[in-house]
């Protein structure tokens, strides 16, 4: 007890800090940093998937596994920019459509006059913990041509689509329903021109009917999380500050949009963070249902990436498209938290 | 005091286990060393096309373990070609796997199988097309397990009802057009066929034409024969003579013939054990594929071969365990449980004895072409897959020449 301390009353906690985070460092560091670090190396080389990559003899190709994604005209560059042209059309449907829905949820349930509150707070959470293998196996039987949607559907004498077999972009379908194009003779503006190995016509198809089905039912399964944390945030929210409101003579409306959602921005930029990450990631549902058909209108990054590098061999292909990948998250995420920043 | 002590204890422990992690890439890159003598502990990862195959192959393994004395274990895969990728790269590849000829040319070109084919007593008796499907670099590698081939299936049912008779069964492609503008004047679906190359390649055959060259290194799938065999599936397409499976809701060939959505098919003979198990009411009858204008006969073969580790501690071990379960009376014993055809030319006699209905099938591996044999090709083809699905709108040079570009690329040439 008597003992003097060198350098300071804080110098002996340094150590114990370190100690007490040790297990966790050394638990990331083994699975999440070494392996990163090892797939990085991977996407360096050509190796065939034989032995160790670490070994002399593997053949180190420099960047030619990314520039091969972007720069060289051939299979590998146009497989990359579907799946990347698939997941931006995914992510911008999911995301607000599932933000939204949350949102929606989490103000139904937190209404006060709301009986069996507990029993919608289940039910709409319940999709959520369902496996989604489960799920998308149900849903491959509802969107089957002769399954509950079509059936439905056709009650109100709509000759429902093949679902999971048609690979028409939306969009190109509603601009030929307005009039302003047709499908069977896209204008050679559009054809005529590419970018990055892909047509106009093919960059502005807009999610294929069967991706269509695939958002349904990933909206459906995630909104039930997303409903839980708008929920905390809305009951964490004092209700005199809406009585306060009430008092000042502000309508409905004026009271969500001007005291509710501003209180919420922390949480709604929580989700969609989360939806964010989470859509440019999709691969279950694909890998389940589609497995990128059809005519790879369902192809992502992340199932390619695995499909690259489990069924061609090639596993350093693979490995750099799931860094791109990485980046995109990374470079997204970043320019939507400027985007919703707390302004002064 | 205590509890840093054992904080630093807990530290170290992991740390230890770290270095114990670490000495797993130190990989020796010498022929790994072979224990021939003594008994073997042989690991068999199979990918069964169902229980009926697993039960058999188990069954046969363990026959042949105890009569040997070595130690055997056959593990069904759920997805073979990931398993076996995680597994070659650990460097703890299973000693003996199936390796389907579509994907022999990958596994082959980086080395992961061992060339024993010619250990193998009698290997000649193999079907030659066959032992050409695991050709690589004109050494053949492994010996093919069985074989499955493709065959026109006919609805006996629906056939009547068309007032179709068995003078009306087709053998050539004007037959089979002409017989399905009578069936689909009935309001019945002609033919339903896979909208994949495993089906539609069977008509490139016929014309004499096919996706690559023999020996798998160009590609030639743009030549007036294969562009005449795709406009001619394209015209079935187009007139309603012909659909694909999932079209008509289903999701393969085989359920939708069963389930009378189409009165003919386009599959293998495994759709003899899917029609027994699924729909055991529907008659059919089973017929050679017809032949194309000039009379060729052709059809797709199908195969998987007892792959060899390169790797494997057991190599000897497992040579003996291969000869044993492809020797012409095993064979036979796999047919009879789950429905392939032998590979072995001496076997077929007997097989043909025991299943006469099965003579199309059989015709079928002599003819047979096996599937595209060159590595890296499971991208492109599966975009060509992609082409074809779309064929009934898409221009059948196009479809060819998009393959070729693609093709030559991956074959880098």
Redesign the interface.
């Known amino acids: 007890m008597a003992d003097i301390r060198r350098g300071g009353i804080r110098d002996n906690e340094r150590v114990a800090g370190w100690l007490f985070v040790s297990p966790v460092v050394l638990v990331l560091g083994l699975f999440m940093l070494v392996p990163i670090l090892m797939a990085l190396w991977v996407s360096l080389t050509d190796w065939n998937g034989q032995g160790s990559p670490f070994q002399s003899g593997v053949p180190f190709a420099g960047l030619d596994n990314y520039t091969r994604l972007f720069t060289q005209d051939g299979l590998d560059r146009e497989n990359f920019m579907i799946s990347i042209r698939n997941n931006a059309y995914y992510v911008f449907a999911v995301v607000p459509l599932q933000t939204a829905l949350a949102l929606t949820l989490a103000l139904v349930v937190n209404n006060r006059m709301l009986r069996g509150k507990s029993f919608f707070r289940t039910a709409f959470y319940f999709p959520s913990v369902t496996s989604s293998v489960a799920i998308s196996v149900v849903f491959l039987f509802m969107f089957a041509n002769s399954g509950a949607i079509n059936a439905i559907l056709g009650l109100f004498g709509i000759n429902g689509p093949q679902w999971f077999a048609d690979p028409r972009g939306v969009l190109h379908l509603a601009l030929d329903t307005v009039g302003l194009l047709d499908t069977n003779a896209p204008p050679a503006a559009l054809t005529g021109h590419s970018l990055l190995g892909l047509t106009w016509w093919d960059w502005t198809s807009g999610p294929s009917v069967a991706m269509c089905a695939i958002i349904s039912l990933v909206v459906w399964t995630t909104s039930g999380t997303f409903m839980l944390m708008f929920l905390a945030a809305l009951q964490n929210i004092p209700s005199q500050l809406d009585e306060a409101g009430l008092i000042d003579g502000a309508t409905r409306w004026q009271r969500f949009r001007f005291i509710t959602l501003p209180q919420l921005r922390p949480t709604l930029f929580l989700v969609l963070t989360l939806g964010l990450i989470g859509t440019w990631q999709v691969f279950d549902q694909i890998y389940v249902m589609s497995q990128g058909n059809p005519a790879k209108t369902t192809l992502t990054p992340a199932y390619l990436s695995y499909r690259t590098a489990f069924r061609d061999l090639d596993y350093g292909s693979g490995a750099a498209i799931s860094f791109v990948l990485f980046l995109i998250i990374v470079v997204l995420t970043l320019l939507q938290r400027r985007a919703l920043r707390e302004r002064p | 005091m205590k509890r ?1 002590r054992l ?2 204890a ?2 170290a422990a ?2 230890l ?2 270095t114990a ?1 670490g000495s ?2 130190d ?1 020796d ?1 010498g022929a790994t060393a072979q224990q021939s003598a003594g008994p073997a502990d042989l690991q068999i990862l199979i990918a069964a096309s169902g229980d009926a195959e697993s039960k058999a192959v188990t069954d046969a393994t363990a026959k042949w373990a105890s009569a040997s004395g070595n130690k055997a274990t056959v593990t069904p895969a759920q997805d073979i ?2 398993q076996l ?1 995680q597994a ?2 650990g ?1 703890t590849p299973p000693d003996v796997f199936y390796v389907d000829a579509a994907r022999f040319a ?2 082959a070109s ?3 199988l061992e060339p024993y084919a010619d250990k193998i007593s009698n290997i000649d008796d193999f079907y030659p097309n066959l032992r050409q499907a695991f050709t690589y670099d004109g050494k053949v590698y492994c010996a093919p397990k069985d074989t499955s081939t493709l065959a026109l299936e006919i609805n006996t049912d629906l056939w009547k009802k068309a007032g179709l008779t068995d003078a009306d069964i087709p053998t050539t492609w004007d037959q089979l057009t002409a017989a399905a503008q009578k069936i689909k004047a009935k309001g019945i679906v002609p033919l339903a066929i896979g909208d994949t190359r495993d089906r539609i390649g069977a008509f490139l055959v016929q014309n004499g034409g096919w996706w690559t060259s023999a020996d798998g290194k160009q590609p030639t799938a743009d030549t007036p024969q294969n562009e005449a065999a795709l406009t001619y599936v394209q015209g079935l397409l187009k007139g309603g003579l012909a659909q ?1 499976p ?2 008509l ?1 289903t999701g393969w060939g085989g359920e939708a013939f069963g389930k009378g959505k189409a009165a003919m098919v386009i599959e293998g003979n495994w759709i003899k054990g899917a029609m027994k198990a699924d729909f055991p009411a529907v008659k059919y009858t089973v017929h050679e594929l017809p032949a194309g204008p000039t009379g060729t006969k052709g059809t797709l073969s199908f195969t998987q071969c007892w792959g060899i580790a390169a ?1 494997s501690k057991f190599k000897d071990q497992a040579i003996k365990f291969v000869e044993a379960m492809t020797s012409a009376d095993q064979q036979l014993e796999f047919a009879t449980a789950f429905g392939v055809m032998p590979s072995r030319q001496s076997a077929s006699a007997q097989y043909t004895a025991k299943f006469p209905e099965d003579a199309p099938f059989v015709a079928g591996v002599a003819y047979g072409h096996g599937p595209v044999n060159a590595p ?1 090709m ?3 083809l ?2 060509l897959d ?1 082409g074809l ?2 064929l009934a709108t898409a221009t059948p040079k196009g479809v060819l020449q998009r393959f070729d570009k ?1 093709a030559k ?2 074959l880098g040439g």
């Open positions: 840093s904080v630093t807990v530290a992991l740390l286990t770290t992690c797993g890439f990989d890159q070609a990931q990728g070659l790269a460097s990958d596994y980086v080395g992961a694909y999932k079209q809701d790797k890296k499971d991208s492109v599966a975009d992609t699905q779309g693609n690329t991956a």
